[in-house]
């Protein structure tokens, strides 16, 4: 059974820094494509960041380019979402999900796996 679990989420103030995981398990090899998606009240889902954990590649929305960073420690089968200079647009549930495809990453219907997700709430 595939299993993703999202952590680390919680309230900062603008400005500051949060850093997301995602634990994946009963995945197959070919599952090695890991996306972040976002979606606040009112707004359609949004893909953040996505990693290919073979080979490292990464991908941004540019809306978050040079303030996540996203990254994965294979050893714990876990991808990272590093997040800073966060400011309140960024307030939202943060889901990970995981594909086979490696192309069109910020399609979310693409995606055939995803965890609960992660509320991130930046708010002084």
């Known amino acids: 059974q595939v299993r993703l679990v999202e952590s680390g989420g919680g309230v900062v103030q603008p400005g500051g820094s949060l850093r997301l995981s995602c634990v994946a398990s009963?995945?197959?090899?070919?599952?090695?494509?890991i996306a972040w998606f976002r979606q606040s009240p009112g707004k359609e889902r949004e893909a953040v960041s996505w990693?290919?954990?073979?080979?490292?590649?990464?991908n941004y929305a540019d809306s978050v380019k040079g303030r996540f960073t996203i990254s994965r420690d294979n050893t714990k089968k876990t991808v990272y979402l590093q997040m800073s200079s966060l400011n309140a647009e960024d307030t939202a549930v943060y889901y990970c999900?995981?594909?086979?495809?490696?192309?069109?990453?910020?399609?979310?219907?693409?995606?055939?796996?995803w965890g609960q997700g992660t509320q991130v709430t930046v708010s002084s």
């Open positions: 999900a995981t594909t086979n495809r490696l192309a069109h990453w910020y399609i979310d219907v693409f995606y055939d796996y």
């Open positions: 990693i290919n954990t073979v080979d490292g590649s990464t």
């Open positions: 009963g995945v197959t090899s070919d599952y090695y494509a």
